[in-house]
């Protein structure tokens, strides 16, 4: 769900579906909803798994064409035994309208940044998944990054690192940051960082999933003043445990066309990456497996050099 789709009219709109995809067949197959109510439609919302539950956060529903739409701040748990929808209402802080932020699970608690949070970050503590509870922490780092369309990874020990995005003016990032919290009150400080190895081009929207403590990042999209975004599908690796940028090699084949806005996951040591969009050229529906699986033991990790920013 929360995705563009297209008809054969090239119609696109946004929709609230879900869709189980078979590593083992390779192939999709349509969740069927129990009966009651379901999430409206939206784009640039999130969507986080904690135990048998999904939890979908806010998002924008576009609306109708040049209408500019509605900007969620509603939160929904699919419990995935049932495929049971339920709309919830968290004690504590209410959330605010938000889209093109980035939610990640630890344990029991979901942490929400969006370019609108100074110096906190959001905490949906979903351990009473029937009476979750929203709360700021705060955080003691002096410098907060604020932007959206970023990319935010959760790594095996327990750090988050935050990528890229777009800020509210200038230009697109490509800087590097990793945030740390503690539980209850405790906080948690911001540490921006200077991997080792050739850094990737800047961008947002990059598709991102972690294996272990390697982080892989595919694609995504920078601006250009002569014709706007520029897709990318390169993949490249964190390895938060050198802290180094790197390039593996790729065997041949047919990969994903350049494309932002795709998901990929993580899952059994293979990464998926479904989808994407060419900016205002095509959405697209095809599927792509790679397996990482062995990727932490292989040591030809070549640096490559990086494109140039235009």
């Not at 777009?166 to 209850?184: F, I, N, Q, R, Y």
């Not at 999209?221 to 802290?243: H, I, R």
């Not at 994407?276 to 062995?294: I, K, L, Q, R």
Request: aromatic share 10%; charged share 20%.
């Amino acid at each position: 769900m929360s995705r563009y789709v297209e008809d054969k009219e090239s119609k696109r709109e946004a929709s609230n579906d879900a869709w189980l995809f078979s590593i083992k067949e390779g192939r999709w197959s349509p969740v069927t909803y129990a009966p009651g109510d379901v999430p409206r439609v939206r784009l640039a919302a999130q969507a986080v798994v904690v135990d048998r539950h999904l939890w979908v956060i806010a998002g924008w529903d576009p609306g109708h064409k040049r209408d500019g739409g509605e900007i969620l701040s509603d939160i929904w748990r699919l419990d995935l035994s049932t495929y049971q929808w339920t709309q919830i209402k968290p004690q504590g802080e209410e959330l605010p309208a938000i889209s093109r932020f980035q939610a990640v699970g630890l344990g029991s608690k979901v942490y929400i940044h969006t370019h609108r949070s100074l110096q906190d970050i959001l905490v949906l503590d979903v351990s009473d998944v029937d009476a979750p509870s929203l709360s700021l922490q705060p955080l003691t780092s002096e410098d907060d990054p604020p932007m959206g369309l970023h990319s935010l990874t959760a790594a095996a020990d327990g750090r988050m690192f935050l990528f890229g995005g777009a800020p509210k003016e200038g230009p697109m990032l490509g800087d590097l940051w990793s945030l740390t919290v503690k539980g209850g009150t405790g906080g948690g400080a911001w540490a921006e960082l200077d991997p080792d190895g050739k850094a990737p081009h800047v961008r947002c929207s990059q598709a991102v999933a972690a294996v272990g403590t390697d982080i892989f990042f595919v694609g995504g999209s920078y601006y250009k003043v002569e014709g706007g975004l520029q897709p990318l599908n390169d993949l490249f690796v964190l390895d938060t445990k050198q802290l180094q940028w790197q390039y593996p090699r790729v065997a041949p084949g047919a990969g994903p066309s350049p494309r932002n806005a795709a998901t990929v996951t993580a899952v059994g040591g293979k990464l998926v990456l479904y989808g994407g969009w060419n900016p205002f050229v095509e959405t697209y529906n095809d599927t792509f497996v790679m397996d990482v699986s062995g990727y932490a033991a292989l040591r030809d990790k070549v640096p490559l050099e990086p494109e140039e920013e235009d």
